[in-house]
């Protein structure tokens, strides 16, 4: 392929004139996967730094390593397991440190696990139907509180609570707050004397209505006088801290943005008010926007107009200070802080994932670990531009605008590029401005991408996140298809050659928007749902209601459903789809997937399905990551008539024609 898909070209100024999606491009799908980890989990102890790291290349591992004191990085999980908590099936808070003991969920069999060297391991909990997340240590009483999930009952759906466990011998989880639907972020203050948590109930999700309570621990380790501080409804409560003076700090979006606040007895304080986001939605337990240095200091991260920068707040004055130093971040995240310096996991428009150190005084960023080993020199790398575009309503949305780039090629003159419109997942979720090589993957051999944060998105206040409600399937997908159009309308992508992508909620808006729009000429589900009302009756706790506030409470707004969802109205399907589904995927199960390109093909249109065994909702075996962008780009120049500069196995396309 690669030798026909050169012929005939003609150079000009050092470049090759080519079609768009046919350039060659250094940024292989191998290099997707290849030295390649996501980061996540930071967390600090005894001037020891510890993150997850999950590698695509030991099969979807997910593995702690320790940078100790004199920055000697080590991998402290044993090669037989694999440290991923199900609870909630995000999971997140999958780890817990204490006196350079590691405490940790193993995927296989949940059960929690002790070690105190790159090698011991000893379970702390018996096999079991339980799943733990979100721990803490409860020094004075040597045990940990942590979120339990029960899948004992025979119920429909399992028990959350938060629970005790001893930290030595093996002892089944004591319940120690009960009686509502969900619970997290257990904190314990410094003396042992108080426990703060976060709980919220069915039909709500954190972002919607949540609480913030506290209550006073008993020598015996019981709790006694439970008050609640903060939230309720409509009011969102993010990630309580207790600060080395004693004083308890939360982040709550009573004012319509997830802010500061301080507990002051009746009535909390906000530390620093601003039109900006300082938390982001719980869809996985230990995530941190903010930490403390000292008492009179705190490190922040906070996101205004998508983009997140790195911040100290005066807790005495509420004045902010921003470290410029870090402007060239987009994302910054799991915040960290101790001794003068700040820790977290970052990334710029041109630099990758990776954990960084903030000197305080000095404002000194120091590079700890890239999320890949492999670099790509800047004539490859598409530089994203933030826009802004009119939509529905007389509304205005966002996105993240990257053109073609490749310094090797050029298009033919008159020419203009295929779009790809990415529709993030979630929904209640946003995509940053920072380097994704799977968006530079596409934009080096020539197409154009437009990263859509629709209405719903988060990182823009509350009101403009609210605009999915009731709306889940006719927002998203009128701001996908106005920001495709406005592209469109400027000149800068081809009209006729507009397309849209997205996983779980985004492969949702993507068959939505291919379904009942007619902008797109083609697309790509990624486990998408196609039928909102299988999903209503078949998927997890953690979501099971979610759609109340996005769609309507079911069965009572089953019509809208029904209205929704794109396999009733497969006929107004027109153009060609691709999908990719892990067949372990108990968030958007496999039928979902497979309904969908039954009834596309029965109709006659080109369609692919690419499963894969053994993955659940998102890929992590790298194979499977390099196999689903390579059958993609097969699929599209199929579809576009262009010749792949790239030998990719090919895919079979029912119905299609050569």
Known sequence: MQANALAGR????????????????????????????????????????????????????????????????SDMTPEEFNVRTRVHEYGGGEFVV????????????????????????????????????????????????????????????????????????????KPLVSGNDFYSSPRINDDGTKLAWMTWKHPNMQWDSSELWVADITPGGSLENPSKIAGGDNESICQPEWAPDGRLYFVSDSSGWWNVYRDEGMSPKPLCPMDAEFGMPHWVFGESTYAFDTADRLVCTYCAHGIWRLATIDTATGSLRAIDSARDFTMIMDVRAENGTAYFIAAGATEPPGVYSCDLA??????????????????????????????????????????????????????????????????????????????QFWTSRGFAVLDVNYGGSTGYGREFRNRLYDSWGVVDVDDCVNGAEYLANKGDVDSERLIIRGGSAGGYTTLAALTFRKTFKAGASYYGVGDLEALAGDTHKFESRYMDRLVGPYPEAK????????????????????????????????????????????????????????????????????????????????????????????????????
């Open 362 to 439: 000095t404002g000194k960023i120091t590079l700890i670990k890239r999320s890949r080993g492999v670099e790509v020199g800047p004539g490859y790398i598409s530089i994203p531009r933030p826009i802004e575009f009119p939509t529905t309503g007389g509304k205005t949305s966002h996105g993240f605008y990257y053109a073609p780039k490749n310094d090797d090629f050029t298009a033919p003159d008159g020419d203009r590029p295929p779009l790809i419109v990415r529709s993030h997942g979630g929904p209640t979720s946003a995509t940053a401005a920072s380097l994704k090589m799977d968006t």
């Open 10 to 73: 003609v150079i000009v100024k050092n470049r090759t004139v080519a079609p768009y999606g046919s350039w060659k491009s250094p940024i292989s799908s191998d290099m997707l996967v290849s030295n390649a980890v996501s980061l996540s989990s930071l967390t600090i102890e005894s001037g020891q730094l510890y993150w997850l790291e999950l590698r695509p290349s030991e099969g979807g591992r997910c593995v702690v390593v320790r940078r100790d004191a004199d920055g000697v990085q």
């Open 98 to 173: 204490d006196e350079q003991a590691i405490y940790f969920s193993n995927f296989s069999d949940q059960r929690l696990y002790r070690q105190t060297d790159s090698s011991s391991r000893e379970p702390i909990t018996p096999e079991s139907p339980l799943r733990y997340a979100d721990g803490v240590v409860d020094k004075k009483r040597n045990r940990m509180i942590c979120v339990v999930e029960d899948h004992s009952g025979s119920g429909s759906e399992p028990d959350n609570y938060l629970a005790t466990l001893k930290l030595d011998g093996i002892e089944s989880a």
């Open 559 to 658: 019509e809208t459903y029904i209205q929704r969802s794109p396999i009733n109205f497969v006929e107004k399907l027109s153009c060609p789809v691709i999908f990719f589904q892990g067949l372990d995927d108990k968030v958007v199960p496999p039928n979902q997937s497979e309904k969908m390109v039954n009834s596309l093909r029965d109709k006659g249109l080109p369609v692919a399905y690419v499963p894969f065994e053994g993955e659940q909702h998102g890929f992590r075996k790298a194979e499977n990551i390099k196999r689903s962008v390579e059958a993609e780009l097969y699929f599209y120049s199929k579809l576009l008539g262009f010749e792949l500069a790239d030998d990719i196995k090919p895919v079979l396309i029912h119905n299609m024609v050569e």
